[in-house]
């Protein structure tokens, strides 16, 4: 089951940065539409509330989270430009988006080299829970709770 958060408006940016932050996506899964003026990016996330216990013994415990796939999805584009650093990878880690108002462009920050510049003629950014596990990632804890 799909779940989709779609914003309007940037006051609200903070919910769509809480999704994407410390989420990691590959340059080559971000797609422009020119039909539907939208640029898309598909990205991985883990969903640490539907982690399941694989094993206890005393304070000890192993957990399997799910990371699942996300879509990024920005509306109403005119024109983006994609910058990498000299360190770039394939491969990135969202940081945070700001939206600067006077020039209706989108700025998607992230952790290692690539910065993104999205000149929007409307602010409506979407993301889309996917159904699609793409992995697991095994954790170890000590827990004090039996």
């Known amino acids: 089951m ?21 989420c990691w996506f590959s340059k080559d899964a971000i797609f422009y539409d020119k ?7 598909r990205y991985r996330r883990e969903l640490s509330d539907k ?12 957990y399997s989270i799910p990371i699942v796939e996300f879509i990024l999805q920005f509306k109403y ?5 994609i910058s990498n650093g ?21 700025l998607v ?6 910065t993104f510049e ?6 409506y950014i979407s993301i889309m829970e996917t159904d699609n596990i793409v992995g697991d990632h095994k954790k170890w804890t000590i827990s004090l709770n039996r």
């Open 86 to 106: 000299k360190n770039a990878e394939s491969w990135d880690i969202f940081n945070k988006i700001n939206f600067l108002p006077n020039d209706r462009k989108i």
């Open 2 to 22: 799909s779940k989709e958060i779609i914003i309007k408006n940037d006051v609200e940016i903070n919910v769509i940065n809480d999704l994407i932050h410390d």
């Open 51 to 62: 982690k399941k216990t694989l094993w206890k013994k005393y304070l000890l415990k192993r």
């Open 118 to 123: 999205i000149v929007v003629d409307n602010f």
């Open 77 to 81: 584009v005119i024109n983006y430009k």
């Open 35 to 41: 039909l539907s003026s939208s640029l898309t990016i």
């Open 109 to 114: 920050k992230t952790c290692i080299a690539t």
